[in-house]
């Protein structure tokens, strides 16, 4: 697989778009530099989600970003995604893994440094570690100090990315970690010109 730049990483919630068209919008977002995304769709039927993931995998083809599904290995399968990101709950990763192939992209959530290893050891491709902030997009998430986010880019070989909570407003510091990137929701899609948004954390993640 190509190298993988996780710096900027969109994480969508269509609820977030508001008045907005949710695929011009995320064309938006790639075109002010996104250059990871996860396609979410907690609400959405099997049917829905696999129509929603076509579409937005053509899009994703045109600004050549990988694509990524939350959860929904059947759906990464169907859509042929570059690939899956799953939690601590969801299918287990050695399973998912022998089904994608080693082709394809796996990301596991974590919150602790156990959890990262463990991930890291079954064979994760990266992590998404958070939240750091409190969010709106997830209720149910630990915090996660900007000491333990260090302890644990430290203490794995693999990309570690920063999630919950991530703006304009504490980018730099998150960045200043050393991770290799922070995965955004409402600072992107949430926001009146997502392109700009998406220029503007871009900006700020390689000046920091």
């Known amino acids: 697989m190509k190298d993988i730049d996780y710096s900027l990483y969109l ?4 609820r977030l778009v508001g008045g907005k068209d949710f695929y011009q919008s995320l064309g938006e977002a ?3 530099g996104v250059t990871l995304l996860q396609l979410r769709e907690k609400e959405a039927s099997s049917a829905e989600f696999y129509r929603i993931a076509l579409k937005v995998k053509e899009i994703c083809g045109r600004y050549d970003v990988p694509l990524i599904i939350n959860d929904r290995l059947d759906i ?5 995604a570059d690939g899956l990101h799953i939690g601590q709950q969801d299918l287990p990763l050695s399973v998912a893994r022998g089904l994608l ?3 394809k992209l796996i990301g596991v959530s974590a919150t602790t440094l156990a959890e990262a290893q463990l991930a890291e050891a079954d064979g994760a491709d990266y ?3 958070g939240a750091m902030y409190p969010t709106g997009t997830k209720s149910d998430a630990r915090a996660v100090s900007l000491s333990e986010l260090t302890a644990i880019r430290k203490n ?20 200043g970690t050393g991770i290799a990137g922070v995965s955004v929701v ?10 700009a948004a998406a ?3 871009r900006q700020l993640i390689i000046t920091a």
Not at 156 to 175: F, K, Q
């Open 127 to 129: 992590l998404g570690i």
């Open 11 to 14: 994480v969508t919630d269509r």
């Open 30 to 32: 790639l075109a002010g």
């Open 101 to 103: 192939g080693r082709d």
């Open 199 to 201: 220029q503007h954390l």
């Open 186 to 195: 409402s600072a992107i899609l949430a926001q009146d010109d997502v392109r």
């Open 156 to 175: 794995v070989a693999i990309p570690v990315v920063a999630i919950g909570g991530i703006g304009t407003a504490n980018v730099t510091e998150v960045m």
């Open 76 to 80: 990464a399968l169907a859509v042929d």
